[in-house]
Every structure is written in C-alpha cells, then in structure tokens.
C-alpha cells in the first residue's frame, strides 16, 4: 500500500498532508526516511518526527470552534488561511457547514459524516443562533420585517425570532441557512451588517470559548445533540 493511503487511512490525517510530511523528511519507515511514492507492508515501523502514528482510526471527533475574522471554511489546503490548518488537528476533520471570512463565532467540526448530513437538511429546521452588529439603529419595523421573512435570492426567508440587545445591535435565530443569509436580509432592508457572530448551533454554545480557540464537545453535549438528530 502506498504510504500515503496507509497514513490516511489510520486517520492521521489526510493523503496531501502525508505528501507534504514526506517532503519534508519528517516519515521513516522501518529507520529509513520515506520518498514520494513509497510502499509499506504491514508489519512495517512507520513513525512521524520520531514517534509510532497513534491509533486513532474509528475514533470520532467533535470540535467546537470559536472561529475569527479572516478563516475561511473550507478543507482547500491550499485556501490560505483555511479552517483545517487553522484548527491543525492531528486527524482528518472537517467543518459542518460554514462561518462566511468576515463573519466569527462557532462552528462545529468532525470525522463523522452521517451527523454532517442530518444537521444540514434545512427541513430539520435546527437553530442557530446569531448577534447582529448593523451600521445604524435597530427599529421595531426592522425587527419585524426581518422576523416575518425576507425576499432574497429568489426566495422568502422562512419567519424567525429576533430580539433587540442595545441601539445596533440584535439578535437572531434561524432555522435555515440561505448563503450569506443575514447579510442579505439586512440589506433588502436597507442596513448594513458591521459585525456577526454565531453564539450558538442547537443545543451547542460558545460557554466561555476564547476567540480562535477550540475544545471538544461534553459528553453532555454530544448526547443531547445527538438525540435531535434522531
């Protein structure tokens, strides 16, 4: 088997990164240094910067990230500034859905793909939950207009809650998720959004997350979550 089929699929992490590791000189196998293209046996000591790949094929993992200004939410390595690098897990993980460069707060990230494909059916109607910097004050018409639902990209916003936290600033809860969905709502209404952060997806919270840091779900968390999803 090619090394880096054999790398990715023990769950290390993913065949261009092996690439890269090998390019750097960073695997050996059996003492030797790798090269491109190389085979392993099993049986073979495959070891990255010295140390036995951990077993971690099967595990599955769930991140909660507190994402910033300027990451994009894409796996594109070669994407500058990418989520995946950014988070620099030492296995193959991915995003759940997406946070837009300019927007920051949470956003989930896992190796399990049947949670991906229930949590993003918009016909589950799962909430998110946002706080919305906007460039003059709020009204009781705006937060009307925007709660009834709005025309954007050829379609109706389905009704949400809103709520007023001071003079610009509100927030919103929806149950869908319409490319740059608040952005464009709030333009249709004439405002311009400054600052948007996710605080929250379903029964998942930020609970005191530090900015560009991340931490594994609870247990707690996991099976409420999971039970949703049911």
């Not at 054999?6 to 993913?14: A, H, L, P, R």
């Not at 599955?60 to 989520?83: D, E, F, Q, S």
């Not at 919305?132 to 639902?149: C, E, N, W, Y």
Request: charge should be neutral; hydrophobic fraction near 40%.
């Amino acid at each position: 088997m090619r090394i880096n089929k054999y790398i990715s699929e023990t769950g290390y992490c993913s065949r261009r990164e092996t690439d890269r590791l090998i390019a750097a000189g960073r695997i050996t196998v059996d003492g030797v240094v790798c090269e491109a293209g190389a085979e392993v046996a099993l049986g073979d000591d495959v070891r990255i910067d010295g140390e036995a790949i951990p077993a971690q094929k099967g595990e599955t993992v769930y991140l909660a990230l507190n994402k910033p200004v300027g990451i994009t939410c894409t796996a594109a390595r070669h994407v500058a500034g990418n989520i995946i690098d950014f988070v620099n897990y030492p296995s193959r993980i991915f995003a759940i859905g997406r946070l837009d460069k300019t927007s920051e707060g949470l956003i989930l990230l896992t190796n399990d793909g049947a949670i991906v494909n229930k949590m993003m059916r918009s016909e589950n109607g799962h909430e998110k939950e946002y706080v919305v910097t906007v460039d003059k004050p709020v009204t009781v018409g705006f937060l009307q207009a925007m709660s009834a639902g709005v025309d954007i990209l050829e379609v109706r916003t389905k009704p949400c809650e809103l709520y007023l936290i001071s003079e610009c600033v509100f927030g919103i809860i929806l149950t869908q998720g319409l490319n740059l969905q608040i952005r464009r709502m709030c333009k249709a209404l004439g405002y311009r959004v400054l600052q948007l952060e996710r605080i929250r997806i379903m029964n998942i919270t930020l609970n005191g997350l530090e900015r560009g840091s991340w931490r594994n779900l609870s247990e707690e968390e996991l099976n409420l979550l999971l039970t949703q999803l049911v």
